[in-house]
T-cell receptor, first 117, second 111 residues
Framework: DAGVIQSPRHEVTEMGQEVTLRCKPISGHNSLFWYRQTMMRGLELLIYFNNNVPIDDSGMPEDRFSAKMPNASFSTLKIQPSEPRDSAVYFC???????????????FGEGSRLTVL | AQKVTQAQTEISVVEKEDVTLDCVYETRDTTYYLFWYKQPPSGELVFLIRRNSFDEQNEISGRYSWNFQKSTSSFNFTITASQVVDSAVYFCALNTDKLIFGTGTRLQVFP
């Protein structure tokens, strides 16, 4: 079975440019999470969706960040305009809602490494 | 507020040594789950174990074992007879209504 698929795996861009990261969750999972990993702050939860609806976006750092989930099989995380401090690895994770509520096990993608120059 | 503390930033051991990774958590919830994830150099996050707050039994899986103590709010992870392939960053995580991670412990196992 395919796992969580993220693209691009690596992105290098210049400050001020728009960045879009994409995620395809595991089929049948209805909870989706975006995490950011940096050396300084570790793994931070940015936002999560249940049944395509954003539930908690309190971790989104600022208005430059936005996330959407137009359907059950696709989500995007957009940064506009990007800044050097946004450089990080962004992970997408998914779970079946029932499983997450009861056990919290998430299945992670391989991450998208973003470098903003 | 929920919090996970992994005080050990980095640990280095020689192969075959035993090593314990510490994890201390904070929550006011009575129902919660604790996890350990492994992040090898390739970068992906790999689930290792899940424990619910009502089950304090220690668990052993091969060379891995976990010690959950509610009295000290700790969920420590021990690797017995460590191997080079165990080199990774290990994250402890707490789930109440969302999964939050500690800052991780980087384990380096030298041959």
């Amino acid at each position: 079975d395919a796992g969580v698929i993220q693209s691009p795996r690596h992105e290098v861009t210049e400050m001020g440019q728009e960045v879009t990261l994409r995620c395809k969750p595991i089929s049948g999972h209805n909870s989706l999470f975006w995490y950011r990993q940096t050396m300084m702050r570790g793994l931070e939860l940015l936002i999560y969706f249940n049944n395509n609806v954003p539930i908690d976006d309190s971790g989104m750092p600022e208005d430059r960040f936005s996330a959407k989930m137009p359907n059950a099989s696709f989500s995007t995380l957009k940064i506009q305009p990007s800044e050097p401090r946004d450089s990080a690895v962004y992970f997408c994770a998914s779970s079946h809602l029932f499983d997450y509520s009861n056990t919290g096990e998430l299945f992670f993608g391989e991450g998208s490494r973003l470098t903003v120059l | 507020a929920q919090k996970v503390t992994q005080a050990q930033t980095e640990i280095s051991v020689v192969e075959k040594e035993d090593v314990t990774l510490d994890c201390v958590y904070e929550t006011r919830d009575t129902t919660y789950y604790l996890f350990w994830y492994k992040q090898p150099p390739s970068g992906e996050l790999v689930f290792l174990i899940r424990r619910n707050s009502f089950d304090e039994q220690n668990e052993i899986s091969g060379r891995y074992s976990w010690n959950f103590q509610k009295s000290t709010s700790s969920f420590n992870f021990t690797i017995t007879a460590s191997q080079v392939v165990d080199s990774a960053v290990y994250f402890c995580a707490l789930n109440t209504d969302k999964l939050i991670f500690g800052t991780g412990t980087r384990l380096q196992v030298f041959p």
